[in-house]
């Protein structure tokens, strides 16, 4: 269990202090909606909350950290189920047990619909129920539908926590049924205490947290997959260079993330502007505003067939190949 970041504190006790059947945590990734939801969530079902959120020691309380809480569904991707620690139902684990399917990475209607039935169900506890879903971008149009439908007439003791990466993809009619919370932004001394506690070391964490556009959880998951600060400061001249192997553990998305990072980098010193993700003396020195508009362009373009890249290691090879064309255009 990781320390819980300072910046969601003041907001779960904000949100604890208002009602609200529905509400909607939004803002870029990284910032730490999955995390405030379950904390909210936590606290509503306990037995003895305080207006700093949940005990963290009743029954409730440790049902939600050993995932066995029966009022609480919650609702997301079975890909990010697996990946956070929550079990699938006893069909859904089979079927991919089975090799039936993968897990998968939208909200599945079937999920949906075990989450109407339990919002029609009593409580078993007393203190009412909720569903957390995350990311809540992950319903397409039947599975919104469904939850819209429950939305506008829930059932008198069940509260929703829609917590979302991309709130702008998500049905209009859905985000005016919620009550809104845009996520706050920690301090750049918040976040590099709390990277601090999760064991990166203080010269990377300022580093890592430019390079994860200062959303912490960004950071530390960059940390995780084995970046550091030299590294990370060495990438864009090895680009230049054309050196695919500083992108190997990426998959083809990630890479165009860490480009588009480099790309944007270029575009604002060219401009007069501050360079966000890299420091000013890595960047390469090469690379015209023509070229790079363009690059930027074909950039936006691969992001949409890097979900299912027909080779990976093809395409970064291509990417990087692209990436040193741009770098080396004259204008
Ligand atoms: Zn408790």
């Not at 936590?42 to 963290?56: E, I, V």
């Not at 397409?140 to 069940?158: I, R, Y």
Request: one cysteine or more; a neutral charge; aromatic letters at 4%.
């Amino acid at each position: 269990m990781t320390a819980r970041p300072p910046w969601l504190a003041d907001q779960a006790r904000e949100l604890l202090a208002q009602r609200g059947h529905a509400w909607l945590l939004h803002g870029p990734s990284g910032l730490g909606q999955y995390r405030l939801a379950l904390e909210l969530a936590a606290a509503w079902l306990c037995d003895r909350p305080t207006a700093d959120g949940a005990c963290g020691s009743c029954d409730s309380c440790h049902a939600i950290e050993v995932r066995t809480q029966a009022d609480l569904l919650v609702l997301m991707p079975e890909s990010a189920m697996l990946a956070l620690g929550w079990p699938l139902s006893e069909k859904a684990q089979g079927e991919i047990d089975d090799k039936k399917r993968k897990p998968s990475r939208e909200i599945r209607v079937e999920a949906m619909r075990d989450a109407i039935e339990f919002a029609q169900r009593t409580s078993g506890r007393g203190r009412g129920k909720v569903v957390l879903v995350y990311p809540a971008e992950r319903m397409n149009t039947v599975t919104a539908n469904a939850l819209l439908k429950t939305l506008e007439e829930p059932p008198g003791d069940v509260r929703f926590l829609l917590a979302s990466e991309a709130a702008h993809q998500l049905l209009p009619t859905i985000r005016s049924r919620c009550l809104g919370h845009p996520m706050r932004w920690p301090t750049q001394d918040e976040a590099l205490g709390w990277l601090a506690g999760e064991g990166v070391a203080a010269a990377d964490a300022q580093v890592l947290l430019a390079a994860a556009g200062g959303r912490p959880e960004e950071a530390l998951a960059l940390s995780q997959a084995g970046r550091d600060a030299r590294q990370w400061s060495q990438l864009p001249k090895a680009i230049a260079r054309g050196d695919v192997s500083v992108l190997a553990d990426c998959t083809p998305a990630q890479a165009i993330d860490v480009l588009q990072k480099l790309c944007h980098d270029l575009l604002a010193a060219r401009t007069g502007g501050e360079p966000r993700f890299f420091a000013r003396a890595d960047l390469p020195a090469g690379g015209g505003a023509g070229g790079l508009a363009a690059w930027w362009r074909d950039l936006a373009g691969e992001q949409r067939s890097a979900e299912h890249p027909f080779n990976a290691g093809l395409m970064l090879e291509a990417l990087v190949a692209r990436a040193r064309t741009a770098l080396h255009s004259a204008s």
